[in-house]
């Protein structure tokens, strides 16, 4: 009990050293200044208008604002804080803006706004085409009053047009929306806009037009004929009338005259001036023309080259022996505008058509004049052509008509290979098979052929017999060195080995597969032997540094120095348990660091039950695998 009541002593006392080291505020600070309140008068005391606690002021609403209950007058105290402070206590208050009322709507505008009290404004605009007269902009005075009058929306108004040179203008007024249209006289042309409307600035719309002359362009004389007005003399008015002349031989195809019409353009085109059309004289084409037919028969007489045929004229045209029209005897031809129609060549010779016939061939026909006729035997025959090859001549053929012998087959010509024939017969005839085997070296995926004009086809059209492939697993290890690249194990292809660092061939370092098997010596790598020999230096080869060493020509590499970077060693990829692969005759594990230069084989265990996916070999080039390490799968699982 004593130490609570040493406690709360112990508060008292520092609450009250508090207390004397903050001095109290003595007066309040300004008064209240709001815009719907005005002060009516002060009751303050002490030095220099000092506000002490308990000033009283009073208040009432301002100039513009009015109370809406019975309290005209607030009294504004100035009182203490429970932390000590002085500050205004201001009763509530319901003084609220004066209303000026609806200021009235505008015709041909609107009224923007819709607080309509005390310091508000009310903006008016007018409609499109109407202009304000007035104020535009009213505001709301503390008595209550708008401040101007209402304003007008007038229509607006655009000055009056003007008749102009060679034209008239009708109006129906000059308001806004009103339109005007412009007229020329006759013998002028409008060139602008023919209608103008008054605009919502007071303005017409676009520029005035005006009126020019109606002129047509100068005549223009027809080709090779005349024309009474000459282009020199420049455009011609509205009515002028121009006349066209052809000299002869030549026919006026068109008008003889044209008059310059009211939209500055002649009323016909140019005529033109066409020439007749002469008869030629030809070797193989006659030209005749029909004669009054006696007795119902037609009669047809010769026309002499050199006559000239008049325009849309028709005469027949008769080809000689051996030179046909389409197919016709007699064609009619016609002039038209200085051409024949139908146009040169008429008569052409004659090709073959029904071509003699030849046993077990076939031919394209109608063979065109001149050329040799093209004999096909069937298939099984061959063609056999002796003489002057047959050709067309003027829709007849000329010359030896060939034959087609029926071709075979025998043993000559069947590829060495295929030393096991079993002929059925000594000859084959196009169609027929003919069954054989392969050499002991020699392997086929099919053992028939067929008799095809001649020759012998294997059915599947690939080679008769082709070299064994050597076996991958019969590619000698190489103690102290490793097969370079992928094998290719393919009859007569080279294999090439390589020594890891250190060892060097002792003999042959290629391989070659010979229907099915390597020949030549199995390689052997030695350990690299060489007598000492002075420093002579250090060699950069590979991204290292190598010392040099050697007094002659002939210096030898030993060793990696330390101050190049060392090649690094391959992990080893987790595979599954029957994945196996092996340096040699040594399994390699998962995991397992691999040195640089090491080549791996790989296979799947058991052997025949799992597929190995990937390369058969990979070696380790500085931290990484040359072909990527393969998969062991199950059969149908890749």
């Keep these: 009990?004593?130490?609570?009541?040493?406690?709360?002593?112990?508060?008292?006392?520092?609450?009250?050293?508090?207390?004397?080291?903050?001095?109290?505020?003595?007066?309040?600070?300004?008064?209240?200044?709001?815009?719907?309140?005005?002060?009516?008068?002060?009751?303050?005391?002490?030095?220099?208008?000092?506000?002490?606690?308990?000033?009283?002021?009073?208040?009432?609403?301002?100039?513009?604002?009015?109370?809406?209950?019975?309290?005209?007058?607030?009294?504004?105290?100035?009182?203490?804080?429970?932390?000590?402070?002085?500050?205004?206590?201001?009763?509530?208050?319901?003084?609220?803006?004066?209303?000026?009322?609806?200021?009235?709507?505008?015709?041909?505008?609107?009224?923007?706004?819709?607080?309509?009290?005390?310091?508000?404004?009310?903006?008016?605009?007018?409609?499109?085409?109407?202009?304000?007269?007035?104020?535009?902009?009213?505001?709301?005075?503390?008595?209550?009053?708008?401040?101007?009058?209402?304003?007008?929306?007038?229509?607006?108004?655009?000055?009056?047009?003007?008749?102009?040179?060679?034209?008239?203008?009708?109006?129906?007024?000059?308001?806004?929306?009103?339109?005007?249209?412009?007229?020329?006289?006759?013998?002028?042309?409008?060139?602008?806009?023919?209608?103008?409307?008054?605009?919502?600035?007071?303005?017409?719309?676009?520029?005035?037009?005006?009126?020019?002359?109606?002129?047509?362009?100068?005549?223009?004389?027809?080709?090779?004929?005349?024309?009474?007005?000459?282009?020199?003399?420049?455009?011609?008015?509205?009515?002028?009338?121009?006349?066209?002349?052809?000299?002869?031989?030549?026919?006026?195809?068109?008008?003889?005259?044209?008059?310059?019409?009211?939209?500055?353009?002649?009323?016909?085109?140019?005529?033109?001036?066409?020439?007749t059309c002469e008869v030629p004289e030809l070797e193989s084409t006659l030209i005749v023309e029909e004669e009054t037919p006696r007795w119902g028969k037609k009669k047809y007489s010769q026309v002499p080259p050199g006559t000239q045929l008049l325009d849309k004229n028709n005469l027949f045209l008769k080809c000689e022996e051996g030179y046909e029209y389409n197919g016709l005897s007699l064609t009619r031809i016609s002039c038209r505008d200085g051409h024949w129609d139908p146009p040169q060549p008429w008569c052409k010779e004659k090709p073959c058509g029904n071509l003699p016939e030849v046993k077990n061939a076939q031919v394209i026909g109608p063979v065109p004049h001149g050329q040799e006729l093209q004999y096909t035997c069937n298939r099984g025959y061959r063609l056999m052509s002796s003489g002057i090859t047959p050709y067309c001549w003027l829709g007849q053929v000329f010359g030896t008509l060939p034959k087609c012998h029926q071709t075979f087959c025998n043993e000559t010509g069947f590829p060495k290979e295929a030393v096991h024939l079993i002929l059925q017969k000594p000859v084959f005839y196009d169609g027929e098979y003919l069954d054989y085997n392969c050499g002991p070296d020699f392997v086929s995926t099919h053992s028939r052929v067929k008799c095809t004009d001649g020759r012998w086809i294997p059915?599947?059209?690939?080679?008769?017999?082709?070299?064994?492939?050597?076996?991958?697993?019969?590619?000698?290890?190489?103690?102290?060195?490793?097969?370079?690249?992928?094998?290719?194990?393919?009859?007569?292809?080279?294999?090439?080995?390589?020594?890891?660092?250190?060892?060097?061939?002792?003999?042959?370092?290629?391989?070659?597969?010979?229907?099915?098997?390597?020949?030549?010596?199995?390689?052997?790598?030695?350990?690299?032997?060489?007598?000492?020999?002075?420093?002579?230096?250090?060699h950069r080869h590979g991204g290292h540094d190598t010392n040099i060493y050697g007094a002659g020509e002939d210096p030898y590499e030993i060793g990696i120095s330390a101050k190049g970077p060392q090649l690094r060693s391959c992990k080893f990829p987790e595979r599954e348990i029957r994945f196996y692969a092996a340096d040699g005759n040594v399994r390699v594990l998962p995991n397992d660091n691999v040195t640089h230069g090491t080549v791996l084989r790989f296979h799947c265990r058991p052997l025949g039950e799992l597929r190995l996916v990937g390369n058969e070999w990979s070696r380790c080039n500085n931290g990484t695998w040359s072909d990527e390490v393969p998969y062991c799968y199950e059969p149908g699982q890749y």
């Design 459 to 538: 059915e599947d059209e690939q080679p008769f017999c082709k070299a064994k492939d050597c076996r991958l697993e019969e590619i000698p290890q190489v103690q102290n060195g490793f097969l370079e690249g992928t094998p290719n194990i393919s009859h007569s292809s080279v294999i090439w080995f390589r020594c890891n660092e250190g060892y060097t061939f002792d003999g042959q370092q290629r391989m070659r597969c010979s229907y099915g098997k390597w020949e030549g010596q199995r390689p052997s790598c030695v350990r690299r032997k060489a007598p000492p020999r002075p420093h002579v230096g250090v």
């Design 1 to 275: 009990m004593k130490c609570w009541t040493f406690l709360l002593l112990q508060v008292l006392i520092s609450a009250a050293e508090d207390a004397a080291v903050a001095p109290q505020q003595d007066y309040c600070p300004e008064p209240p200044d709001e815009r719907s309140l005005d002060r009516v008068y002060e009751d303050a005391e002490g030095e220099d208008d000092a506000l002490a606690q308990g000033t009283v002021l009073r208040y009432r609403c301002g100039s513009g604002y009015a109370s809406s209950g019975p309290t005209r007058v607030w009294n504004v105290t100035c009182t203490r804080n429970y932390d000590g402070a002085l500050h205004w206590v201001l009763p509530n208050h319901d003084c609220r803006p004066i209303s000026c009322g609806h200021p009235g709507d505008v015709r041909h505008g609107r009224l923007l706004g819709t607080l309509f009290s005390f310091a508000n404004r009310a903006t008016y605009e007018c409609d499109t085409g109407y202009q304000l007269v007035g104020t535009a902009d009213l505001y709301c005075q503390s008595d209550g009053n708008w401040d101007s009058e209402v304003p007008e929306c007038r229509i607006v108004t655009c000055e009056p047009l003007e008749n102009f040179a060679s034209g008239f203008v009708e109006t129906e007024g000059n308001k806004y929306g009103s339109t005007a249209r412009y007229q020329c006289e006759r013998g002028f042309r409008l060139r602008g806009e023919t209608e103008r409307k008054c605009g919502p600035d007071g303005l017409w719309t676009g520029d005035a037009p005006t009126c020019q002359e109606v002129t047509c362009p100068a005549p223009e004389a027809p080709e090779g004929g005349t024309s009474d007005i000459s282009k020199d003399a420049g455009p011609q008015r509205l009515g002028t009338v121009v006349r066209y002349s052809c000299p002869p031989p030549l026919l006026l195809v068109g008008s003889k005259s044209s008059t310059c019409l009211s939209v500055g353009v002649w009323s016909f085109d140019p005529p033109k001036c066409t020439p």
